[in-house]
């Protein structure tokens, strides 16, 4: 059997596949043993409740799905109160994904949870396209980023992911930010800007008018930015966007991802998760290989 053993930062996961923030969640667990995962990251929640923006909200196309979800989430207090005992059930890493409008706001929130019991990490969600004056108003800055990922690691001795955007210029200098900032990992990428537009109303299919694109449509995108950033930081990287099954999963490796996250292929097939697991396996089997010497192993 192959080791697919790995250290993401300072936790240690059985296998290198967890699930992208947003797309899954405990209702998984009716229909698999969710302690499989390499770990488990959580819907990204703020201080306060957030109804999101309004309705429609998805809207799917040719190649991959359009949301404009807007962070709805049922905030700090009823996440540690309802959902986190729930998570913490499983016997695998629990990462809480979090955002805010301002440094004090992400503060408040890890405060808080490092009070908790059972949670691995957090993902600082400086990449969600669909909400103002956060998310991305973080992201795309390279001082904001070090700025705010220094203060919370002040805060904090559990490992922090940064997730960013591919919507900048330079992913590899808002990378090194974070990486300096002291960032244990990184995880990319949040989805792209898009727009679909029904040609009878001549309006866009998402209310919000500008939505975040993800699925098959955004592989490419996903793995060029997986590659440029590998290559200026020291620190691990959980790739995303866009995959389906082994084969995807594999083309992340190579770029340079040391784990891989499923997002909207869990709509699809919401096994896609424990497919890639075994598919891994197969693959590291055949071509006597360690998963350590995958990794960014592209010629
Ligand atoms: C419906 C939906 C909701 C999402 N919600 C979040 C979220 O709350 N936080 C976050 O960091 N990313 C969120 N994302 C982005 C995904 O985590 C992921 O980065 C992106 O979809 C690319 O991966 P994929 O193509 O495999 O879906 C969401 C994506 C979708 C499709």
Redesign the pocket.
């Known amino acids: 059997m192959a080791d697919l053993r790995i250290k993401i930062g300072k936790m240690l996961w059985k296998n290198p596949v967890t699930v ?4 899954f969640g405990l209702e998984f667990a009716e229909l698999f043993d969710l302690s499989k995962l390499g770990a488990i990251v959580t ?2 929640i703020t201080l306060l409740p957030k109804p999101g923006n309004e309705p429609p909200r ?1 809207a799917e196309t040719e190649a ?2 359009l ?1 404009s ?1 807007g ?1 709805q ?1 049922p905030g700090l207090e009823n996440f540690i109160k309802n959902d986190l005992p729930e998570y913490q059930k499983f016997d695998t890493n629990i990462i809480v ?1 979090i ?1 805010g409008s301002s440094i004090t706001e992400f503060s408040k929130v890890i405060k808080n949870l490092d009070k908790q019991p059972n949670i691995d990490g957090y ?1 600082i ?1 400086i ?2 396209p669909n909400v103002e004056n956060e998310g991305i108003a973080f992201g795309i800055d390279k001082g904001i980023v070090y700025n705010l990922i220094s203060h919370l690691r002040k805060i904090t001795e559990r490992t922090i992911i940064v ?1 960013l955007t591919p919507n900048v210029t330079s992913i590899e200098e808002i990378a090194k930010a974070a990486e300096k900032g002291g960032a244990d990992v990184l995880s990319l ?3 792209v800007y898009g727009m679909a537009i029904d040609i009878e109303t001549r309006k866009s299919k998402t209310k919000n008018v500008i939505a ?1 694109y ?2 098959i449509g ?2 490419p995108i ?1 793995i060029q930015n997986v590659f440029r950033v590998a290559k200026v930081v020291k620190i691990p990287i959980i790739g ?4 389906r099954n082994i084969s995807d999963a594999l083309e992340f490796i190579i770029a340079g991802s040391s784990a891989i ?5 869990n709509f699809v097939n919401p096994f896609a998760t424990l497919d890639i697991i075994q598919g891994l396996e197969k693959y590291l089997n055949e071509q006597k290989i360690h998963y350590h010497d995958l990794i960014g192993s592209v010629r």
């Open positions: 992208a923030s947003g797309t819907k990204t998805l991959g799905l949301n979800i962070l989430n994904s955002s993902e969600n990449s969600c997730k990428i949040n989805t975040g993800s699925g955004i592989k996903a995303m966007g866009g995959i996250a499923v997002g909207t292929q």
